[in-house]
């Protein structure tokens, strides 16, 4: 146990007094003038009890112990008279004890005490000690008046509360096709490996026979083509399904599309059937597997891991990873080329020999087996050419280090060395070197005039007549400010400037020949064609503007000649595939018009 002397022991309560009185006149310091004055008594009467411990402390004898003994008698009894007589005027709320208390140091209490050493009165003294003593026995037990009910008390959900976990369920990410059905012929049992094992549950179905019901065909969301099902609105609703807003619009856009069906030509009605029977066939590749990625590392009850999937037509980010013995009953071979990937000598390691110290290059006399696939394609000439120099390139790289010591000498200077070393490499070949089967090529420019409607309008975009050009017309003449453009567009056809009402014509004849007079262009192409379907040639025809195309498109429905259109809104797999039907042996087709805009048209 450390025993504290008598200079160190006076300090420490010192301290400690001076800590307590100051909590207590921040207390009161929004009390009357009277607070003033309890402190300056309370430092009055604490400077008179260290004087006697002070002088008790050092050994010096002021007075007879009796003396002393009645001192303290009287000090406790004053105490003891304050706090039976003592009442506050405000009751001090509840308040925690501080957890700890830090002690001051001795400059500055005696700073405090210096500016407290006022006059005042004992009995003030003894009014903040019974105060102080008062603020310790507080009750904390509620009134029963005031007591806290139930229906008080909030709830409230932290961070670190749990949150109720909500039942997950499917969401549909997109409608696919409708149909009217046989009852019952939906869910699970629809997917196209349940249909291949169990049969189709629709088969058989004819409407003027049997009771059916709408159903529609779900893409759902986080799962592959695979698993789409049919569902009625019912089934939909019975799983409580996300996404069913999305049927609201499918349905709308499929009532718009009917109606539109109802009003339409023969010629629109086949256009249309056409393209979706191409979407059609574009939705069953999306369930073919073009090849697995990676594989799990468990394995399922059945023996088989998981299979990472890339499927045909789709991007790498629509793959998905697919139970092991589905695909392994539908798509072996994927998986067979997958291992045989993995387990391929020819793919070098990190370490391996053959990466720092290359092989002698060898030229390839034809094309080696691996290249290819499965449909047999073969490379041509210069390909071949193309691959004998990146094995060569490959052959005499030495090391990154080199290289970029050798071109890495300042951005241009590395530019210009690198298009020197590979400009007697580069592949610049025409058309007639790459593929010699082709026909030479004849370019013939066919030079005609306008038509009188298009010298009309000519002449009123350059004297700037816009009331005559936008006389019955709708709009503005702030589309005239281009004027290069304008005669641009006017060269190509009238209706680019100023298209026709709807009701202009009485019948479709009408509106062919007005169509077809409406511009020089347009006169000579109809004569062209004309001629060539007769040979039984195929035309391509290309264009700058859009709207021209739908020009074109319009005349040719006119004439009743089929014909594929390539612009920018049809992409991906829909372009490839409108590309073989029209380079297809025995297609009619008879016009692709694109849109090229590098070509004028």
Not at 63 to 74: A, I, L, V
Not at 335 to 354: A, G, L, M
Not at 356 to 378: C, D, N
Not at 588 to 601: S, Y
């Amino acid at each position: 146990m450390m025993i504290l002397g008598q200079h160190q022991l006076l300090d420490l309560i010192q301290a400690l007094e001076a800590v307590v009185m100051e909590v207590a006149v921040n207390q009161d310091s929004s009390s009357s003038e009277d607070s003033a004055d309890d402190s300056s008594s309370e430092a009055k009467k604490k400077k008179h009890r260290d004087e006697d411990w002070q002088m008790s402390g050092s050994g010096s004898v002021s007075g007879t112990g009796s003396d002393s003994e009645s001192e303290e008698d009287k000090e406790k009894s004053s105490c003891e008279d304050s706090e039976s007589d003592y009442e506050p005027k405000n009751k001090v709320k509840s308040q925690k004890p501080p957890s700890r208390i830090e002690p001051k140091s001795s400059k500055k209490v005696a700073g405090q005490k210096k500016r407290q050493l006022d006059s005042s009165d004992d009995d003030d003294y003894d009014k903040r000690v019974s105060r102080r003593q008062a603020t310790v026995n507080v009750s904390y037990k509620e009134a029963e008046e005031t007591k806290t009910d139930s229906d008080d008390l909030l709830e409230v959900c932290g961070e670190d509360v749990p949150q109720p976990e909500e039942d997950e369920f499917e969401t549909i990410e997109k409608f696919m096709d409708s149909r009217i059905g046989r009852k019952g012929a939906t869910g699970a049992a629809t997917t196209i490996y349940a249909v291949e094992a169990d049969g189709d549950p629709n088969t058989g179905f004819e409407k003027s026979k049997e009771l059916g019901e709408v159903q529609y065909l779900i893409k759902w969301k986080g799962w592959s083509h695979i698993h789409n099902t049919w569902e009625t609105e019912e089934t939909l609703k019975q799983q409580n399904v996300k996404g069913m807003k999305k049927l609201d619009n499918y349905k709308k856009k499929d009532q718009e599309t009917k109606r539109w069906l109802k009003n339409a030509s023969p010629e629109d009605v086949e256009y249309y059937n056409c393209q979706q029977e191409l979407t059609d066939d574009l939705h069953k590749q999306y369930q073919i597997v073009e090849r697995i990625i990676a594989h799990s590392n468990q394995k399922s009850a059945a023996g088989y891991p998981d299979y990472y999937c890339k499927w045909q037509g789709l991007p790498y980010s629509e793959c998905s990873w697919e139970d092991g013995a589905l695909i392994a009953k539908k798509f072996q071979a994927c998986i067979d080329e997958y291992f045989s990937r993995n387990q391929s000598k020819t793919t070098p390691f990190k370490d391996c020999k053959i990466l720092k110290q290359r092989p002698r290059f060898v030229a390839l006399k034809k094309q080696p087996s691996y290249i290819g696939g499965h449909e047999s394609l073969e490379l041509r000439d210069y390909q071949l050419n193309g691959l004998n120099w990146l094995a060569h390139s490959w052959c005499k790289f030495s090391s990154w280090e080199d290289f970029e010591e050798e071109h890495g000498k300042g951005r241009e200077f590395g530019y210009a060395s690198l298009h020197k070393e590979l400009e007697p490499f580069l592949l610049r070949r025409v058309k007639k070197d790459v593929e010699k089967s082709l026909p030479a090529k004849v370019e013939q420019i066919l030079r005609m005039e306008m038509s009188a409607l298009q010298k009309q309008y000519y002449k009123w975009i350059l004297t700037r007549n816009y009331k005559a050009l936008s006389k019955g017309s709708k709009g503005s003449t702030s589309g005239f400010l281009n004027i290069m453009m304008e005669l641009k567009k006017c060269c190509n056809h009238c209706y680019l400037i100023k298209p026709p009402d709807d009701n202009e014509f009485y019948n479709k004849q009408e509106a062919l020949q007005h169509l077809i007079r409406s511009s020089g262009k347009l006169i000579l192409l109809d004569k062209l064609l004309i001629r060539l379907r007769e040979r039984g040639n195929r035309v391509l025809i290309f264009s700058q503007m859009v709207r021209m195309l739908d020009i074109l498109a319009e005349y040719l429905k006119y004439r009743q000649f089929p014909f594929q259109r390539l612009d920018g809104s049809i992409k991906g797999e829909l372009r490839k595939q409108a590309l073989d039907h029209f380079n297809a042996e025995g297609s009619e087709v008879l016009k692709n018009a694109t849109c090229v805009m590098a070509i004028h048209g």
